[in-house]
Nanobody
Framework: QVQLVESGGGLVQAGGSLRLSCAASGSTFSISTMGWYRQAPGKERELVATITSPSSTNYADSVKGRFTISRDNAKKTVFLQLNSLKPEDTAVYYC??????????????WGQGTQVTVSS
């Protein structure tokens, strides 16, 4: 069992910055991937960024060059630095972690979500 607690969301103006944090607890010893999804009302859930041990990162095209994902393995925490924010970045951001199972399967855990609102 893994628990994820997110923080750092809020209201910012377009062009501003925000940093999201997600701290994992519980059975965290076998986490391979940590990342972030986001979902706006009425929109499909979108994978924003992932970081997979040791240091492989992937970003959605919509955030490349603006967002940066990082992790602190000692603290079992993943961060998302959001720069040059746009109104279309407004969404609930969800932290996820993935724990490998047998074969190519994995178990994915979700945080509670944190609201990011970008005003025009």
């Amino acid at each position: 069992q893994v628990q994820l607690v997110e923080s750092g969301g809020g209201l910012v103006q377009a062009g501003g910055s925000l940093r999201l944090s997600c701290a994992a607890s519980g059975s965290t010893f076998s986490i391979s991937t940590m990342g972030w999804y986001r979902q706006a009302p009425g929109k499909e859930r979108e994978l924003v960024a992932t970081i997979t041990s040791p240091s492989s990162t992937n970003y959605a095209d919509s955030v490349k060059g603006r967002f940066t994902i990082s992790r602190d393995n000692a603290k079992k925490t993943v961060f998302l630095q959001l720069n040059s924010l746009k109104p279309e970045d407004t969404a609930v951001y969800y932290c996820i972690v993935r724990i490998p199972l047998s074969g190519n399967a994995y178990r994915q855990y979700w945080g509670q979500g944190t609201q990011v609102t970008v005003s025009s």
